[in-house]
């Protein structure tokens, strides 16, 4: 690389970003603030070679304008344009950290991914990850680092100094995005650079006030802008703004699907152990009819038997006999009752008609 070149650090909070900018640098920062906020900015030189510049970007999940730092960030990327970034991704959370991989690509500057925490994933986690099938995906060179043990940026430093990366293609997202982004770049015309129109078109299609105010379209311009968004928005049922997060997302499931392996996809649980052995070609047959003896034998033989002698003689013999003696007898006393009340009734009012027939006598 060339005198005064800069390097831009980037990255998710807790990625190890700092981290590798110490190592990278030797630690001897110079620290101050952003103009205009009051984010730290660190910058410094690289150790292995000091006519390169090492600035340490703030830490950020997005490069949407709504924080300081995703502001400072953004706006170093794009108007100071350094001639080349490094993008910090933690290996342990590929997927959320891709996120801001795919907006640094869409802003074109040349770029390497450092994969940091390396030793963690490797220790801690059953997935690994393919670093090249990564690299062929984002069509970006992609190192494994451990920002933690400077023995093992080697690799990392020699990326940095080597000549810039070849230009990469911007990523692609669903075809009917595509389109509308196409006919917003046509809109946009000769306003800028035609390696920014793509980045301004997303833009747009984010309705981000900054860019839109910084645009100063036409009415006739604006108009055609909303109709552009109103169709996907109708396309895809959806906001513009959720339309480009869910595209990223999906591609970065793409790339997920690629590149990385899951260990326990490799492992036999125990049902397919199980599996294996009762649909093997010889044993299938023999183990059908063992299983089926044994179902025999069980339920007529043994268990089968009990059950059944213990039913019919105590529960149906015994228990259920006894009580359903009592309840018939109780039905028939129900029964006879009104009948033996009249012949009490009888009964009575015939000895009282001896009784008197008596006294008169």
């Known amino acids: 690389m060339t005198v005064d070149e800069t390097l831009a650090l980037v990255g998710n909070p807790n990625s190890g970003k700092t981290t590798l900018f110490n190592s990278l640098t030797g630690a001897k920062q110079r620290i101050g603030n952003w103009p205009g906020v009051t984010v730290e900015r660190k910058s410094s030189r690289l150790k292995a070679n000091h006519a390169l510049i090492v600035e340490d970007l703030p830490g950020t999940y997005s490069l949407s304008p709504y924080s300081s730092e995703e502001i400072v960030t953004r706006d170093f990327l794009f108007e100071q ?37 390396m030793d963690v994933l ?43 990366p070849k230009p990469y293609a911007f990523p692609e997202y669903d075809p009917r995005l595509e389109s509308a982004l196409s006919m ?46 109103h169709t996907a928005e109708h396309l895809f049922d959806d906001a513009s703004d959720s339309i480009i997060v869910n595209a990223r997302y999906d591609f970065i499931a793409r790339v997920m699907a690629m590149c990385v392996v899951d260990k326990t996809d490799f492992v036999m649980s125990v049902s397919d152990r199980i599996d294996r052995i009762v649909t093997d070609r010889y044993l299938a047959m023999p183990i059908f009819v063992l299983v089926m003896w044994a179902v025999y034998y069980l339920s007529i033989q043994t268990i089968g038997t009990i059950g059944t002698d213990y039913l019919n003689d105590t529960v149906f013999g015994g228990w259920l006999r006894f009580w359903f003696s009592i309840f018939s007898v109780r039905l028939v006393l129900r029964q006879l009752a009104p009948c033996t009340g009249s012949l009490v009734m009888h009964a009575g009012r015939g000895a009282r008609s001896v009784t008197k027939q008596a006294w008169l006598i």
């Open 81 to 117: 344009q350094p001639d080349l970034v490094l993008n910090v991704v933690d290996a342990r959370n590929l997927e959320r950290n891709l996120y801001l991989t795919l907006q640094v690509m869409e802003i074109g500057r040349p770029l390497i991914v450092a994969l940091n925490m």
């Open 122 to 164: 490797e220790k801690a986690s059953r997935r690994t990850i393919n670093l090249k099938k990564l690299s062929y995906a984002l069509q970006v060179p992609v190192i494994g680092t451990t920002a933690t043990k400077p023995g093992a940026l080697k690799e990392l430093v020699q990326a940095i100094q080597a000549p810039l």
């Open 184 to 229: 917003l770049e046509e809109v946009i015309g000769k306003r800028v650079e035609a390696d920014r129109s793509r980045w301004y078109a997303i833009k747009l299609f984010e309705k981000d006030p900054q860019v839109t105010a910084q645009l100063a379209l036409t009415p006739a311009e604006q108009k055609q802008v909303t109709e552009i968004l």
